[in-house]
């Protein structure tokens, strides 16, 4: 099966920064690959998602980037604010047969003020 | 449109205990998931199922039982509860592959 690394597992940036969380598959047949924001106490939500056939897509201040030869995408955040802290979740799915969304562990990103 | 909706919200089981965690969404979603989220490990897959009348293991199946008689619920049992299944409960549901996951509130379950 699937199988997402995701790294760091901690980020701690300072407002305005920028924070990249990168993760890395390993089904060269999975071709969706959603990120996931969770903040305290709540639910993981979608803020962005990409398709094997798009190498970037943006949207505001997050980004997400697929390099499908290496098999690894990453999430950027430009001019980081405190309510971006939250966990995020990577994700890597397939279509075609029984659809399991494979998460990576997630990465906790904190901004101080 | 409630969305997923799972009931309940917190639970403290004693060892040995049973209980149903009970997952409802209304937006006719074919597939739908019971996750756990422990501290460190991300979401790990319990069970999921693909439509009405199917269910299947994922990665940490032992322990559970699910049930999918309706295509709006999916039900998650813990036979005889463990110290263990102490965690934190998402379901999710999809309506189609490569679509975005929809997650209930989640269930934070101890079991003393």
């Known amino acids: 099966g699937e199988n997402v690394e995701q790294h760091p597992s901690t980020l701690s940036v300072q407002e305005g920064d920028s924070a990249v969380i990168k993760c890395t598959y390993s089904?060269?047949?999975?071709?969706?690959f959603p990120w996931y924001k969770q903040e305290l106490g709540k639910r993981p939500q979608l803020i962005i998602d990409?398709?094997?056939?798009?190498g970037e897509k943006k949207d505001q201040r997050i980004a997400v980037t697929l390099n499908k030869t290496a098999k690894h995408f990453s999430l950027h955040i430009t001019e980081t604010q405190p309510e971006d802290s939250a966990v995020y979740f990577c994700?890597?799915?397939?279509?075609?047969?029984?659809?399991?969304?494979?998460f990576g562990r997630g990465t906790s990103l904190i901004v101080h003020p | 449109n409630a969305g997923v909706t799972q009931t309940p919200k917190f639970r403290v089981l004693k060892t040995g205990q049973s209980m149903t965690l009970l997952c409802a969404q209304d937006?006719?979603?074919?597939?739908m998931y019971w996750y756990r989220q422990d501290p460190g490990m991300g979401l790990r897959l319990i069970h999921y199922?693909?439509?009405?009348?199917?269910?299947a293991k994922g990665e940490v199946p032992d322990g559970y039982n699910v049930s999918r008689l309706k295509k709006q619920n999916f039900l998650l049992g813990l036979e005889s509860a463990a110290p263990s299944q102490t965690s934190v409960y998402f379901c999710?549901?999809?309506?189609?592959?490569?679509?975005?996951?929809?997650f209930g509130q989640g269930t934070r379950l101890t079991v003393v």
């Open positions: 999710a549901s999809v309506d189609r592959p490569n679509t975005e996951a929809f």
């Open positions: 937006m006719n979603h074919e597939y």
């Open positions: 994700a890597a799915g397939r279509s075609g047969g029984s659809y399991i969304p494979t």
């Open positions: 089904d060269s047949a999975s071709n969706y």
């Open positions: 990409i398709r094997s056939n798009v």
């Open positions: 199922s693909v439509g009405e009348g199917t269910t």
